[in-house]
Protein backbone atom coordinates (compact mmCIF):
# COMPACT_ATOMS: atom_id res chain seq x y z
CA UNK A 1 0.00 0.00 0.00
CA UNK A 2 1.20 3.49 -1.31
CA UNK A 3 1.73 5.43 1.69
CA UNK A 4 3.99 8.44 1.31
CA UNK A 5 4.65 10.64 -1.92
CA UNK A 6 8.22 13.05 -2.93
CA UNK A 7 8.05 15.11 -5.02
CA UNK A 8 10.92 17.01 -6.31
CA UNK A 9 10.89 21.36 -6.05
CA UNK A 10 12.45 23.16 -9.22
CA UNK A 11 10.93 22.40 -12.53
CA UNK A 12 8.40 19.34 -10.91
CA UNK A 13 6.24 21.62 -8.39
CA UNK A 14 8.21 25.07 -9.31
CA UNK A 15 8.41 26.97 -12.57
CA UNK A 16 12.19 27.08 -12.41
CA UNK A 17 13.60 26.95 -15.55
CA UNK A 18 11.14 29.38 -17.74
CA UNK A 19 11.50 31.77 -15.12
CA UNK A 20 15.15 32.02 -14.96
CA UNK A 21 15.61 32.56 -18.64
CA UNK A 22 13.04 35.67 -17.76
CA UNK A 23 14.84 36.90 -15.69
CA UNK A 24 18.11 36.70 -17.07
CA UNK A 25 16.64 38.12 -20.13
CA UNK A 26 15.38 40.96 -18.25
CA UNK A 27 18.54 41.61 -16.33
CA UNK A 28 20.62 42.46 -19.33
CA UNK A 29 18.30 44.41 -20.61
CA UNK A 30 18.01 46.76 -17.96
CA UNK A 31 21.69 46.82 -17.36
CA UNK A 32 22.01 48.08 -21.16
CA UNK A 33 19.38 50.43 -20.31
CA UNK A 34 21.22 52.02 -17.80
CA UNK A 35 24.59 52.02 -19.06
CA UNK A 36 26.36 48.52 -20.01
CA UNK A 37 27.91 49.27 -23.87
CA UNK A 38 27.29 46.29 -25.69
CA UNK A 39 23.91 44.51 -27.33
CA UNK A 40 21.75 42.17 -26.22
CA UNK A 41 22.98 39.12 -27.93
CA UNK A 42 26.20 39.72 -27.17
CA UNK A 43 25.89 40.04 -23.23
CA UNK A 44 23.22 37.47 -22.95
CA UNK A 45 25.79 35.04 -24.65
CA UNK A 46 28.11 35.53 -22.48
CA UNK A 47 25.89 35.73 -19.04
CA UNK A 48 24.37 31.91 -20.18
CA UNK A 49 28.55 30.79 -20.44
CA UNK A 50 29.38 32.32 -17.25
CA UNK A 51 26.31 30.56 -15.55
CA UNK A 52 27.45 27.10 -17.22
CA UNK A 53 31.35 27.86 -15.88
CA UNK A 54 30.14 29.32 -12.50
CA UNK A 55 26.63 27.60 -11.45
CA UNK A 56 23.40 29.15 -11.52
CA UNK A 57 23.84 30.15 -7.39
CA UNK A 58 27.00 31.93 -7.64
CA UNK A 59 26.44 34.87 -6.01
CA UNK A 60 28.16 37.29 -8.44
CA UNK A 61 26.57 36.73 -11.72
CA UNK A 62 26.49 40.47 -12.71
CA UNK A 63 30.18 41.39 -11.20
CA UNK A 64 31.44 39.16 -13.17
CA UNK A 65 29.74 40.08 -16.78
CA UNK A 66 31.08 42.96 -16.17
CA UNK A 67 34.91 41.85 -16.37
CA UNK A 68 34.10 39.39 -18.69
CA UNK A 69 33.07 42.15 -21.43
CA UNK A 70 35.90 44.06 -20.35
CA UNK A 71 33.45 47.07 -18.61
CA UNK A 72 34.88 48.72 -16.24
CA UNK A 73 32.86 47.76 -12.84
CA UNK A 74 30.17 50.18 -12.32
CA UNK A 75 27.59 49.56 -9.11
CA UNK A 76 24.66 50.98 -11.51
CA UNK A 77 25.04 48.52 -13.73
CA UNK A 78 25.31 45.47 -11.55
CA UNK A 79 22.75 46.94 -9.33
CA UNK A 80 19.86 47.04 -12.84
CA UNK A 81 20.91 43.69 -13.83
CA UNK A 82 19.93 42.46 -9.63
CA UNK A 83 17.10 44.30 -9.76
CA UNK A 84 15.69 43.55 -12.83
CA UNK A 85 16.45 39.76 -12.01
CA UNK A 86 14.54 40.12 -8.97
CA UNK A 87 11.44 41.93 -10.39
CA UNK A 88 10.71 39.04 -12.63
CA UNK A 89 11.69 36.32 -10.46
CA UNK A 90 9.24 38.22 -7.59
CA UNK A 91 6.26 39.06 -10.42
CA UNK A 92 6.60 35.57 -12.16
CA UNK A 93 6.95 32.58 -9.93
CA UNK A 94 4.68 30.26 -10.22
CA UNK A 95 3.88 26.25 -9.99
CA UNK A 96 3.94 24.06 -12.57
CA UNK A 97 0.47 23.55 -14.34
CA UNK A 98 -1.68 21.32 -12.19
CA UNK A 99 1.10 21.08 -9.57
CA UNK A 100 -1.66 22.06 -6.79
CA UNK A 101 -4.92 19.87 -8.01
CA UNK A 102 -2.36 16.77 -7.98
CA UNK A 103 -1.32 17.85 -4.09
CA UNK A 104 -5.02 18.44 -3.35
CA UNK A 105 -5.86 15.21 -4.99
CA UNK A 106 -3.39 13.31 -2.93
CA UNK A 107 -3.99 14.99 0.23
CA UNK A 108 -7.60 14.14 0.09
CA UNK A 109 -6.91 10.68 -0.18
CA UNK A 110 -5.23 10.36 2.54
CA UNK A 111 -1.28 10.06 1.16
CA UNK A 112 1.75 12.00 3.29
CA UNK A 113 3.54 14.46 1.21
CA UNK A 114 6.86 15.96 1.25
CA UNK A 115 9.11 17.36 -0.90
CA UNK A 116 12.90 16.20 -1.47
CA UNK A 117 15.08 18.69 -3.00
CA UNK A 118 18.70 20.09 -3.77
CA UNK A 119 19.76 23.53 -3.65
CA UNK A 120 20.19 26.31 -1.02
CA UNK A 121 17.81 26.12 2.20
CA UNK A 122 17.09 29.97 2.15
CA UNK A 123 16.07 29.96 -1.87
CA UNK A 124 13.99 26.44 -1.74
CA UNK A 125 12.24 27.76 1.30
CA UNK A 126 11.26 31.15 -0.30
CA UNK A 127 9.46 29.38 -3.33
CA UNK A 128 7.40 27.05 -1.14
CA UNK A 129 6.48 30.04 1.07
CA UNK A 130 5.90 32.84 -1.73
CA UNK A 131 3.65 30.15 -3.59
CA UNK A 132 2.19 28.96 -0.33
CA UNK A 133 2.99 25.23 -0.90
CA UNK A 134 4.16 24.60 2.84
CA UNK A 135 0.57 23.42 3.66
CA UNK A 136 0.00 20.68 1.48
CA UNK A 137 3.41 19.04 2.88
CA UNK A 138 3.96 17.00 6.37
CA UNK A 139 7.89 17.73 5.39
CA UNK A 140 10.75 19.66 3.56
CA UNK A 141 13.80 17.91 2.94
CA UNK A 142 16.77 20.08 1.60
CA UNK A 143 20.02 18.33 0.51
CA UNK A 144 22.44 21.32 0.97
CA UNK A 145 20.89 21.35 4.51
CA UNK A 146 21.92 17.71 5.18
CA UNK A 147 25.30 17.95 3.49
CA UNK A 148 24.22 15.64 0.97
CA UNK A 149 22.69 16.29 -2.79
CA UNK A 150 20.69 14.05 -4.59
CA UNK A 151 21.06 10.90 -5.93
CA UNK A 152 22.70 10.53 -2.72
CA UNK A 153 20.53 7.36 -0.82
CA UNK A 154 20.81 9.40 2.77
CA UNK A 155 18.62 11.44 1.58
CA UNK A 156 15.73 9.34 0.37
CA UNK A 157 16.51 7.24 3.45
CA UNK A 158 15.94 9.66 6.06
CA UNK A 159 12.96 11.22 4.33
CA UNK A 160 11.40 7.90 4.46
CA UNK A 161 12.23 7.18 7.94
CA UNK A 162 10.83 10.83 9.16
CA UNK A 163 7.67 9.57 7.13
CA UNK A 164 7.37 6.33 8.53
CA UNK A 165 6.87 4.90 5.10
CA UNK A 166 9.20 1.79 3.66
CA UNK A 167 10.40 2.37 -0.11
CA UNK A 168 7.83 0.20 -1.63
CA UNK A 169 4.82 2.40 0.44
CA UNK A 170 6.38 5.38 -1.36
CA UNK A 171 6.61 6.92 -4.61
CA UNK A 172 9.00 9.63 -6.07
CA UNK A 173 8.02 12.25 -8.43
CA UNK A 174 10.86 14.03 -10.28
CA UNK A 175 12.05 15.59 -13.93
CA UNK A 176 15.89 14.84 -13.40
CA UNK A 177 16.45 10.87 -14.13
CA UNK A 178 19.54 10.58 -12.34
CA UNK A 179 19.12 13.07 -9.19
CA UNK A 180 15.69 12.11 -8.84
CA UNK A 181 14.35 8.65 -10.26
CA UNK A 182 18.03 7.11 -10.61
CA UNK A 183 18.15 8.23 -6.52
CA UNK A 184 15.00 7.05 -5.64
CA UNK A 185 14.73 3.82 -7.38
CA UNK A 186 18.32 2.95 -5.58
CA UNK A 187 16.18 3.26 -2.20
CA UNK A 188 13.40 1.02 -3.21
CA UNK A 189 11.21 3.35 -4.69
CA UNK A 190 8.45 3.39 -6.83
CA UNK A 191 9.32 5.99 -9.34
CA UNK A 192 7.26 8.76 -11.69
CA UNK A 193 9.71 10.78 -14.08
CA UNK A 194 8.12 14.12 -14.97
CA UNK A 195 8.75 14.74 -18.78
CA UNK A 196 9.14 18.48 -18.08
CA UNK A 197 11.89 21.23 -18.91
CA UNK A 198 14.94 21.21 -19.52
CA UNK A 199 15.77 17.48 -19.11
CA UNK A 200 12.53 16.04 -20.68
CA UNK A 201 15.22 14.45 -23.19
CA UNK A 202 18.39 14.34 -20.70
CA UNK A 203 19.99 11.60 -18.87
CA UNK A 204 18.29 9.25 -20.51
CA UNK A 205 20.90 6.51 -19.21
CA UNK A 206 19.01 6.14 -16.22
CA UNK A 207 16.00 5.53 -17.90
CA UNK A 208 15.50 2.17 -16.69
CA UNK A 209 15.07 3.35 -12.91
CA UNK A 210 11.74 5.05 -14.04
CA UNK A 211 8.67 2.82 -13.67
CA UNK A 212 6.05 5.84 -15.06
CA UNK A 213 6.98 8.56 -17.10
CA UNK A 214 4.35 11.16 -17.66
CA UNK A 215 4.37 14.88 -19.53
CA UNK A 216 1.58 16.08 -17.40
CA UNK A 217 1.68 16.40 -13.56
CA UNK A 218 -2.07 15.24 -13.18
CA UNK A 219 -1.40 11.75 -14.72
CA UNK A 220 0.74 11.07 -11.35
CA UNK A 221 -2.84 10.86 -9.57
CA UNK A 222 -3.89 8.06 -10.96
CA UNK A 223 -0.48 6.69 -11.46
CA UNK A 224 -0.66 6.48 -7.99
CA UNK A 225 -4.27 5.01 -7.65
CA UNK A 226 -3.16 2.34 -9.86
CA UNK A 227 -0.37 1.19 -7.91
CA UNK A 228 -2.95 0.70 -4.98
CA UNK A 229 -5.45 -0.87 -6.84
CA UNK A 230 -2.58 -3.36 -7.68
CA UNK A 231 -1.91 -4.47 -4.47
CA UNK A 232 -5.35 -4.45 -3.27
CA UNK A 233 -5.96 -7.00 -5.95
CA UNK A 234 -2.73 -8.85 -4.84
CA UNK A 235 -3.26 -9.10 -1.24
CA UNK A 236 -6.61 -10.66 -1.53
CA UNK A 237 -5.67 -13.74 -3.28
CA UNK A 238 -2.89 -14.77 -0.98
CA UNK A 239 -5.83 -14.21 1.61
CA UNK A 240 -8.01 -16.59 -0.22
CA UNK A 241 -5.40 -19.08 -0.92
CA UNK A 242 -4.66 -18.52 3.00
CA UNK A 243 -7.92 -19.81 3.84
CA UNK B 1 26.34 82.02 -8.04
CA UNK B 2 24.97 78.85 -6.82
CA UNK B 3 25.97 75.78 -9.25
CA UNK B 4 25.36 72.93 -7.74
CA UNK B 5 22.96 71.16 -5.25
CA UNK B 6 23.58 68.02 -3.39
CA UNK B 7 21.41 65.61 -1.44
CA UNK B 8 22.07 62.90 1.37
CA UNK B 9 20.03 59.43 0.19
CA UNK B 10 18.60 57.92 3.24
CA UNK B 11 15.56 60.27 5.04
CA UNK B 12 16.18 62.93 3.06
CA UNK B 13 15.43 62.08 -0.79
CA UNK B 14 13.93 58.08 0.27
CA UNK B 15 12.42 57.30 3.35
CA UNK B 16 14.55 54.45 5.33
CA UNK B 17 13.56 54.60 8.83
CA UNK B 18 10.11 54.12 8.26
CA UNK B 19 10.03 51.64 5.76
CA UNK B 20 13.40 49.80 7.83
CA UNK B 21 10.56 49.59 10.42
CA UNK B 22 7.55 48.37 9.07
CA UNK B 23 9.53 45.48 7.02
CA UNK B 24 11.24 44.41 10.93
CA UNK B 25 7.91 44.64 11.91
CA UNK B 26 6.28 42.33 9.36
CA UNK B 27 9.76 40.08 9.25
CA UNK B 28 8.84 39.23 13.01
CA UNK B 29 5.10 38.11 12.47
CA UNK B 30 5.74 36.37 9.83
CA UNK B 31 8.25 34.10 11.63
CA UNK B 32 6.01 33.49 14.24
CA UNK B 33 3.06 32.67 11.54
CA UNK B 34 5.63 29.81 10.50
CA UNK B 35 6.31 28.51 13.36
CA UNK B 36 8.93 30.74 15.84
CA UNK B 37 7.54 30.24 18.99
CA UNK B 38 7.78 33.68 20.62
CA UNK B 39 5.24 36.07 21.42
CA UNK B 40 5.20 39.36 19.06
CA UNK B 41 7.10 41.65 21.41
CA UNK B 42 9.74 39.23 22.99
CA UNK B 43 10.99 38.88 19.70
CA UNK B 44 10.49 42.34 17.94
CA UNK B 45 12.76 44.01 21.00
CA UNK B 46 15.60 41.03 20.62
CA UNK B 47 15.76 42.14 16.86
CA UNK B 48 16.34 45.58 17.63
CA UNK B 49 19.02 45.10 19.91
CA UNK B 50 20.28 42.89 17.48
CA UNK B 51 20.45 45.46 15.12
CA UNK B 52 21.55 48.21 16.88
CA UNK B 53 24.67 45.70 18.23
CA UNK B 54 25.53 44.37 14.81
CA UNK B 55 24.00 47.14 12.33
CA UNK B 56 21.40 47.69 10.27
CA UNK B 57 23.56 46.16 7.16
CA UNK B 58 24.72 42.93 8.99
CA UNK B 59 23.52 40.32 6.85
CA UNK B 60 22.44 37.53 9.29
CA UNK B 61 19.81 39.78 11.48
CA UNK B 62 17.06 36.43 11.49
CA UNK B 63 19.90 33.41 11.82
CA UNK B 64 21.10 35.60 14.95
CA UNK B 65 17.45 35.95 15.71
CA UNK B 66 17.16 32.79 16.58
CA UNK B 67 20.08 32.13 18.51
CA UNK B 68 19.34 34.76 20.72
CA UNK B 69 15.72 33.50 21.58
CA UNK B 70 17.30 29.93 22.32
CA UNK B 71 15.39 28.42 19.13
CA UNK B 72 17.26 25.92 16.86
CA UNK B 73 18.28 27.12 13.11
CA UNK B 74 15.10 26.43 11.37
CA UNK B 75 15.19 27.94 7.36
CA UNK B 76 11.63 27.92 7.06
CA UNK B 77 11.36 30.54 9.57
CA UNK B 78 14.36 32.19 9.19
CA UNK B 79 13.05 32.43 5.00
CA UNK B 80 9.48 33.76 6.37
CA UNK B 81 11.53 36.43 8.23
CA UNK B 82 13.61 37.27 4.85
CA UNK B 83 10.55 37.43 2.65
CA UNK B 84 8.07 39.14 4.58
CA UNK B 85 10.99 41.82 5.03
CA UNK B 86 11.66 42.61 1.25
CA UNK B 87 7.88 42.06 0.45
CA UNK B 88 7.72 44.88 2.75
CA UNK B 89 10.55 46.97 1.50
CA UNK B 90 9.78 46.46 -2.32
CA UNK B 91 6.09 47.24 -1.66
CA UNK B 92 6.65 50.22 0.03
CA UNK B 93 9.81 51.64 -0.52
CA UNK B 94 9.22 55.26 -1.48
CA UNK B 95 10.47 58.92 -2.03
CA UNK B 96 10.21 61.55 0.91
CA UNK B 97 7.25 63.92 0.57
CA UNK B 98 8.11 66.77 -1.69
CA UNK B 99 11.39 65.20 -3.06
CA UNK B 100 10.48 64.89 -6.56
CA UNK B 101 9.07 68.23 -6.99
CA UNK B 102 12.37 69.69 -5.60
CA UNK B 103 14.65 67.58 -7.90
CA UNK B 104 12.24 68.66 -10.51
CA UNK B 105 12.32 72.43 -9.27
CA UNK B 106 15.95 72.57 -9.32
CA UNK B 107 16.66 70.86 -12.54
CA UNK B 108 14.44 73.41 -14.32
CA UNK B 109 16.25 76.15 -12.75
CA UNK B 110 19.52 74.99 -14.06
CA UNK B 111 21.46 73.38 -11.15
CA UNK B 112 23.52 70.53 -10.85
CA UNK B 113 22.31 67.74 -8.92
CA UNK B 114 24.26 65.19 -6.93
CA UNK B 115 23.30 62.75 -4.33
CA UNK B 116 26.36 62.13 -1.60
CA UNK B 117 25.38 59.35 0.37
CA UNK B 118 27.08 56.31 2.44
CA UNK B 119 26.33 52.84 2.28
CA UNK B 120 26.65 49.62 0.24
CA UNK B 121 26.80 51.22 -3.60
CA UNK B 122 24.52 47.91 -4.44
CA UNK B 123 21.51 49.09 -1.84
CA UNK B 124 21.99 52.73 -2.20
CA UNK B 125 21.53 52.13 -6.12
CA UNK B 126 18.84 49.58 -5.40
CA UNK B 127 17.08 52.80 -3.88
CA UNK B 128 17.69 55.45 -6.60
CA UNK B 129 16.89 52.85 -9.47
CA UNK B 130 13.85 51.28 -8.25
CA UNK B 131 12.29 54.91 -7.37
CA UNK B 132 13.87 56.23 -11.22
CA UNK B 133 15.88 58.96 -9.34
CA UNK B 134 18.89 58.42 -11.82
CA UNK B 135 17.49 60.81 -13.94
CA UNK B 136 18.02 63.82 -12.01
CA UNK B 137 21.30 63.50 -11.25
CA UNK B 138 24.29 64.04 -13.08
CA UNK B 139 25.85 62.35 -10.74
CA UNK B 140 25.92 59.75 -7.26
CA UNK B 141 28.71 59.41 -4.90
CA UNK B 142 28.59 56.47 -2.93
CA UNK B 143 31.26 56.49 -0.07
CA UNK B 144 31.69 52.54 0.81
CA UNK B 145 32.63 52.79 -2.91
CA UNK B 146 35.41 55.52 -2.31
CA UNK B 147 36.50 53.99 1.19
CA UNK B 148 35.66 56.81 2.99
CA UNK B 149 32.51 57.74 5.38
CA UNK B 150 30.78 61.01 5.57
CA UNK B 151 31.79 63.20 7.30
CA UNK B 152 35.89 62.81 5.25
CA UNK B 153 36.36 65.57 3.68
CA UNK B 154 37.81 63.34 0.48
CA UNK B 155 33.95 62.64 -0.70
CA UNK B 156 32.97 66.13 -0.60
CA UNK B 157 35.69 67.22 -2.84
CA UNK B 158 35.87 64.56 -5.21
CA UNK B 159 31.87 66.06 -5.59
CA UNK B 160 32.33 69.08 -5.88
CA UNK B 161 35.43 68.40 -8.25
CA UNK B 162 33.27 66.53 -10.98
CA UNK B 163 30.85 68.77 -10.51
CA UNK B 164 32.77 71.60 -11.60
CA UNK B 165 31.91 73.82 -8.56
CA UNK B 166 33.36 75.38 -6.30
CA UNK B 167 32.39 74.77 -2.19
CA UNK B 168 30.58 78.24 -2.18
CA UNK B 169 29.15 77.47 -5.08
CA UNK B 170 27.49 74.56 -3.58
CA UNK B 171 24.76 73.91 -1.42
CA UNK B 172 24.70 69.90 1.13
CA UNK B 173 21.01 68.89 1.99
CA UNK B 174 21.01 66.29 4.77
CA UNK B 175 19.31 64.96 7.54
CA UNK B 176 22.74 64.26 9.77
CA UNK B 177 23.69 67.36 11.20
CA UNK B 178 27.44 65.53 11.99
CA UNK B 179 27.40 63.55 8.48
CA UNK B 180 26.35 66.05 5.99
CA UNK B 181 26.38 69.36 7.54
CA UNK B 182 29.52 69.46 9.79
CA UNK B 183 31.22 67.39 6.91
CA UNK B 184 29.86 70.04 4.12
CA UNK B 185 30.43 73.16 6.00
CA UNK B 186 34.06 71.76 6.68
CA UNK B 187 35.20 72.11 3.24
CA UNK B 188 33.09 75.50 2.73
CA UNK B 189 29.48 74.78 1.30
CA UNK B 190 26.29 75.73 1.95
CA UNK B 191 24.45 73.47 4.12
CA UNK B 192 20.43 73.04 4.54
CA UNK B 193 19.69 70.78 7.50
CA UNK B 194 16.45 68.71 6.75
CA UNK B 195 14.71 68.02 10.66
CA UNK B 196 13.73 64.51 9.96
CA UNK B 197 13.05 61.13 10.66
CA UNK B 198 15.26 59.80 13.43
CA UNK B 199 17.68 62.56 13.40
CA UNK B 200 15.97 65.55 13.82
CA UNK B 201 16.64 66.36 17.26
CA UNK B 202 19.95 64.32 17.27
CA UNK B 203 23.23 65.23 17.20
CA UNK B 204 22.48 68.92 18.36
CA UNK B 205 26.23 69.74 19.12
CA UNK B 206 26.75 70.11 15.70
CA UNK B 207 23.99 72.45 15.06
CA UNK B 208 26.05 75.68 14.31
CA UNK B 209 27.24 73.74 11.09
CA UNK B 210 23.84 74.26 9.55
CA UNK B 211 22.94 78.09 7.78
CA UNK B 212 19.59 76.60 7.19
CA UNK B 213 16.98 74.32 8.53
CA UNK B 214 14.30 73.22 7.06
CA UNK B 215 10.89 70.62 8.36
CA UNK B 216 9.79 70.52 5.03
CA UNK B 217 11.74 69.63 1.76
CA UNK B 218 10.02 71.56 -0.52
CA UNK B 219 11.65 74.71 1.49
CA UNK B 220 15.07 73.96 -0.23
CA UNK B 221 13.98 75.51 -3.68
CA UNK B 222 13.66 79.05 -1.32
CA UNK B 223 15.98 78.84 0.16
CA UNK B 224 18.75 78.08 -3.28
CA UNK B 225 17.27 80.58 -5.00
CA UNK B 226 17.86 83.26 -1.90
CA UNK B 227 20.99 82.39 -1.38
CA UNK B 228 21.95 83.52 -5.54
CA UNK B 229 19.63 86.51 -5.08
CA UNK B 230 21.85 87.30 -2.25
CA UNK B 231 24.49 86.91 -4.23
CA UNK B 232 23.20 88.58 -7.56
CA UNK B 233 22.75 91.85 -5.06
CA UNK B 234 25.75 92.01 -4.08
CA UNK B 235 27.59 91.63 -7.51
CA UNK B 236 26.06 94.93 -9.09
CA UNK B 237 27.38 96.62 -6.08
CA UNK B 238 30.77 95.62 -6.48
CA UNK B 239 30.21 96.33 -10.57
CA UNK B 240 29.01 99.65 -9.27
CA UNK B 241 32.12 100.75 -7.34
CA UNK B 242 34.58 99.55 -10.29
CA UNK B 243 32.79 101.63 -12.43
Redesign the interface.
Known sequence: MIKAVFFDLDDTLVETTKLADMARRNAVENMIR?GLPVDFETAYKELMELIKEYGSNFGKHFDYLLRRLDVPYD??I???G??AYHNTK?AYLKSVKGARKVLLDLKKEGYKLAIITDGD??KQ??K???LEL?EFFDD?F?SD?LGVRKPHPKIFEKALRRMGARPEESVMVGDRLYSDIYGAKRVGMHTIWFRYGKYANRELEYIDYADFQVRVLEDVVEIVRGLNREEAEERPDTEVHAD
Do not use: G, M, Q
Open positions: HPKVTAVIFPLWEILRDVIY
